[in-house]
């Protein structure tokens, strides 16, 4: 969304809604009517001037479009929750840099998004191809008789400089999403949650690691990690994390189904995808007489997919 500065004042201060108690099946019907503006798109003015990046996501199950839009100008950002409510009708909730915030419902028409909101808006999306949409916002002095356009903007997709190809089949892409669970790290109960998705256009993945402390919740260690192939079933990366750690990474993959990752000669984590479908996670350090010393172990189940 192009959010013209001209307008902030005229916006509202609008609450959120509530989820359904009861998630809906989002896979099919007009759940998957907005999914032509997913993807990460450049977006120009009506004069062809850059105005800015948008990335929309597909996010919660595939329920929600999640959008972040950065504007060429600096210093301006907004972000938008789109989703297919129980009421029948599409609805938006934008919020950006300034605090300011605008609510939009609306629907399907055609082959068109069209949402409005108050004071008097209208922001019509639509695909002119695969790879180009247009977005007309509209705003009325009257009540709707007559309008008048506040921006009007081509979005042009970024498609990535080559193909995911760099996991292909392996394990690490079928553990690839969110993973959430609990374990114990040096005999603390704490609270996991795992992220492992395609980076920089396929060509790595990236590992994000989060454990809190389960009680108070006061504690938290987190930890990124680039992966990159290093031959058939070989992974590359470093690690580097909260409490100041930074160390090379060399993972292999272990009978299909388990992914050995060692820290150097210091430490290991042993990821391994159980036939139920949970991921179990082990990380050992080494004793001097060689062995390993197991200090944390987390069983975690998959969080929902976008579909």
Not at 33 to 51: E, P, R, S
Request: glycine residues 14%; aromatic residues 10%; charged residues 20%.
């Amino acid at each position: 969304m192009k959010f013209p500065l001209a307008l902030l004042a005229m916006l509202p201060v609008a609450g959120l809604a509530q989820s359904p108690a009861t998630p809906p099946n989002c896979a099919a019907g007009e759940h998957r009517a907005f999914d032509f503006w997913i993807g990460l798109w450049t977006v120009t003015d009506a004069a062809g001037k850059f105005a800015g990046i948008n990335r929309i996501q597909s996010i919660n199950g595939g329920c929600v479009l999640h959008e972040q839009w950065t504007s060429a100008r600096g210093g301006y950002t907004g972000s938008s929750l789109n989703w297919f409510g129980a009421d029948g009708r599409w609805h938006q909730t934008w919020v950006d840099s300034m605090g300011q915030s605008l609510q939009l419902t609306g629907g399907r028409v055609g082959d068109s998004m069209v949402m409005e909101g108050a004071p008097k808006q209208r922001i019509t999306w639509t695909a002119l191809d695969v790879d180009t949409l247009r977005q007309h916002w509209q705003m009325s002095a009257d009540a709707g008789k007559s309008w008048v356009t506040a921006f009007d903007g081509t979005y042009r997709r970024v498609r990535a400089a080559t193909p995911d190809q760099a996991t292909g089949g392996s394990l690490l892409s079928q553990i690839g999403g969110e993973w959430i669970g609990r374990g114990v790290v040096n005999k603390s109960d704490v609270a996991v949650r795992l992220t492992i998705a395609p980076a920089l256009g396929g060509r790595y993945t990236e590992l994000h690691w989060m454990n809190l402390g389960a009680g108070a919740g006061s504690e938290l260690f987190e930890g990124r990690a680039l992966y990159a192939p290093a031959g058939t079933g070989r992974y590359a990366a470093t690690w580097r994390d909260s409490a100041g750690g930074e160390h090379a990474i060399v993972a292999t993959e272990q009978t299909g189904r388990a992914l050995e990752a060692l820290w150097g000669a210091a430490g290991r984590t042993l990821y391994t995808l159980l036939p139920g479908g949970e991921l179990e996670v082990i990380d050992s350090a080494r004793r001097d007489d060689g062995s390993w010393a197991e200090f944390g172990r987390s069983r975690l189940a998959r969080a929902a997919l976008p579909r």
